[in-house]
């Protein structure tokens, strides 16, 4: 069975940055889309970022754009979230996704149970 693990969260002062993992193990998801979303306490889960299978093509949505950057490695079938310039607004737990293409928002088949962000001084 699909699973995708995420690690890397943690306690970050504002300006800090975290590089967010996601392994996926059970069998390789090399060729599907893979994205990031996150829900903040007390908010509704949001689309953060994605990447087709080929790793050709990626969206980052407008809130982080320019901060975080999501790329993969398919030898290791993982993804990355590199958050740079963390916020408070960016504390949630953040959740790795997979599915047959990509979408920009939350339709994917696989989530994982999510990594604890807090930006905070």
């Known amino acids: 069975q699909v699973q995708l693990v995420e690690s890397g969260g943690g306690l970050v002062q504002p300006g800090g940055s975290l590089n967010l993992s996601c392994a996926a193990s059970g069998r390789s998801l090399s060729t599907y889309a893979m994205a990031w979303g996150r829900q903040a306490p007390e908010k509704e889960r949001e689309f953060v970022a994605a990447i087709d299978g080929s790793g050709g093509w990626t969206f980052v949505t407008n809130s982080v754009k320019g901060r975080f950057t999501i790329s993969r490695d398919h030898a290791k079938d993982t993804i990355y979230l590199q958050m740079n310039n963390l916020k408070p607004e960016d504390t949630a737990v953040y959740y790795c996704?997979?599915?047959?293409?990509?979408?920009?928002?939350?339709?994917?088949?696989?989530w994982g149970q999510g990594t604890q962000v807090t930006v905070s001084s």
């Open positions: 996704a997979a599915g047959e293409s990509m979408d920009f928002g939350l339709a994917y088949d696989y």
